[in-house]
């Protein structure tokens, strides 16, 4: 299948001073089919975030090209239509909010590129639905706490219908319910074919993706299932990350009890294995 | 216990945008006190009012009405030393950027004792120890760029600033929201140090279940500009009926014993680190052992 988005021998680096430039990704190639449901983790510092903001041409690369559709980002005639393909949702919804009012907001987006009215108001009542805050839409949004805005700025982003979302840590300033639920809605989007491109420093959140890439100083050094990262406790650990909760206990286990599997990285997997296990001890 | 409380809060109102068609109530008769040297959590759902409350905490904001008295200042009376307030209770807000001005690192995070009239030495020594127990290497880190720096950098450099004003009370807003595991687990060992051996008061508002877990000694509930529930821990995680009732997530491992208890298993849900719940559900694997052990002697 033809590639949503293709990275070749991208590199990019910040000039912290005028005698000294840091480089920051190092020459990564990887390309992302429609549809499919990838984690990019790392710890600060490592690029993760940088390498974000090229996948819609929000950063260009020094070096190497990123194609979207076939467009390469580095051409500003693409612009337009690259990020109506990519959508990203950041970190702090503070700096992507523009509007006064919830609804207004949303709309934003659409307003830009000319949806007609009766086509606006459908998308943003889907869209503040699927985040649960319709009941705030004409609310002004610089009073909503950070949770609400970041699902204000999902909503935002959701109505211009794009082919791939980037989610940059965009659960981190949210509660676990809160999280759960734009965890939900992603896994709904992905369902439904859009393809989800999450960056984040939960483990758990990242075993629900498909495919993990593994970023550390500007290079790719892990790119597999979720199941096959989370097999590498000690690389993980050096690389300042860690397995998800559930994949700790079930080591520890394992050592009272070898036969008690430590490939599970999902509470629910878990779950069975306790149950599994204790019936397999009973019988 | 004993102590006199240091934040005393007592029931405390605010409502954004009073008199207008966009009135919006975030507190509505809050109460809290805290005792010198405690570290409390704050939690509670987004507009909940959790960062309108600790807004008080250093002046931000005054009491609309109701009581707030900080280290014995009443912040309702007319004329308050701000400029000591602010000394005392520092404050790091959720968004790193918005604490970050100078172009520097190290220029940054001096900002505050070089305003405080403190000399050059010492405001190099407080930078150093500040860097230090957030975690940046000084010589490395101290002549950077502040703009080219990751969200969680920044975090640090914000945490640094407010440190390097040696606060008696420390007041966080998400302190690890962003960080990657080990920053995030060195973050909560130096708070924790920072609040165990130098008897700083911590507060931190957080959605982080394992962090509240970990860290506080008590548990503030928000709800509806309000607080609905305190109590240890424990307390808090332990009450099942509560959880359910105010909405209240748990730590992961908690999660997983809820889940397990649900299904028969008698384990015991007071189980908060990994290490604790692991331990548990061993007892209990050992447990349908020796059942199978005494269905064989029968």
């Given amino acids: 299948m033809e590639p949503i988005i293709r990275l070749e021998n991208v590199s990019f680096s910040y000039k912290i001073n005028e005698k000294t430039k840091v480089s920051v990704l190092k020459n990564i190639s990887f390309s992302i089919i429609p549809g499919e449901y990838v984690a990019i983790i790392g710890h600060n510092g490592s690029g993760k975030s940088t390498l974000s903001k090229h996948l819609n041409g929000i950063l260009t690369p020094d070096n190497g090209d990123v194609w979207v559709h076939g467009n390469n980002t580095k051409d500003t005639n693409n612009k337009r239509s690259i990020r109506q393909t990519v959508g990203t949702v950041f970190q702090h919804p503070d700096n992507q909010i523009v509007a006064t009012i919830v609804e207004e907001d949303v709309a934003f987006g659409l307003e830009n590129i000319e949806v007609p009215r009766e086509e606006m108001k459908k998308r943003v009542d889907e869209a503040l639905n699927v985040v649960k805050m319709s009941q705030f839409r004409h609310r002004p949004p610089h009073h909503l706490s950070g949770g609400q805005k970041q699902r204000v700025a999902i909503a935002g982003v959701l109505a211009m219908h794009p082919d791939c979302i980037v989610f940059d840590e965009a659960t981190s300033m949210l509660d676990s319910f809160g999280r759960k639920e734009v965890l939900q809605v992603m896994r709904k989007m992905n369902n439904m074919g859009m393809t989800i491109i999450t960056v984040t420093h939960h483990m758990s959140e990242a075993a629900e993706a498909d495919r993990i890439i593994v970023i550390e100083d500007g290079q790719i050094v892990m790119d597999a299932p979720p199941r096959e990262i989370f097999k590498h406790k000690q690389e993980l650990k050096n690389l300042q990350l860690e397995v998800p909760s559930v994949s700790q206990m079930a080591e520890g286990i394992h050592q009272q009890f070898p036969d008690f599997s430590t490939e599970l990285i999902q509470e629910d997997e878990f779950i069975d294995e306790v149950m599994k296990f204790s019936k397999v001890e009973v019988i | 216990m004993g102590a006199r409380p240091i934040i005393q809060v007592e029931n405390l109102s605010h409502t954004y945008m009073k008199g207008t068609p966009l009135e919006h109530v975030a507190l509505k008769g809050a109460n809290l006190y805290v005792e010198e040297g405690e570290c409390i959590a704050i939690i509670g759902h987004t507009g909940s009012g959790k960062s309108t409350l600790i807004q008080h905490f250093n002046g931000l904001m005054r009491p609309e009405s109701g009581k707030v008295i900080i280290d014995g200042v009443d912040l309702s009376k007319k004329k308050v030393d701000v400029k000591t307030l602010r000394q005392k209770v520092g404050l790091v807000f959720q968004n790193p950027e918005d604490q970050i001005f100078e172009k520097i690192i190290g220029d940054d995070i001096a900002y505050g004792p070089f305003k405080l009239g403190l000399p050059l030495k010492e405001v190099r020594e407080r930078v150093k120890w500040a860097m230090s127990v957030v975690g940046l290497d000084f010589e490395q880190m101290k002549d950077r760029q502040t703009f080219a720096l990751s969200g969680g950098q920044k975090r640090k450099v914000a945490l640094a600033g407010i440190l390097a004003l040696k606060p008696k009370i420390l007041v966080l807003d998400e302190p690890t929201a962003g960080l990657d595991p080990k920053s995030r687990n060195e973050l909560l060992e130096k708070i924790k140090r920072l609040n165990r051996e130098e008897k700083l008061t911590v507060i931190f508002v957080s959605h982080n279940m394992e962090e509240v877990a970990m860290l506080a000694d008590r548990i503030y509930v928000m709800a509806g500009g309000k607080d609905v529930l305190c109590g240890t821990p424990k307390e808090i995680f332990t009450d099942k009926e509560k959880l359910q009732l105010h909405h ?51």
């Fill in chain 2, 248 to 298: 209240i997530g748990t730590p992961e491992t908690v999660q997983v014993l809820y889940r397990l208890t649900d299904l028969g298993y008698k384990v015991s849900v007071d189980a908060f680190s990994i290490s604790e719940a692991t331990e548990e559900i061993i007892k209990v694997l050992h447990g349908t052992k020796e059942d199978l052990e005494d269905v064989q002697r029968v």
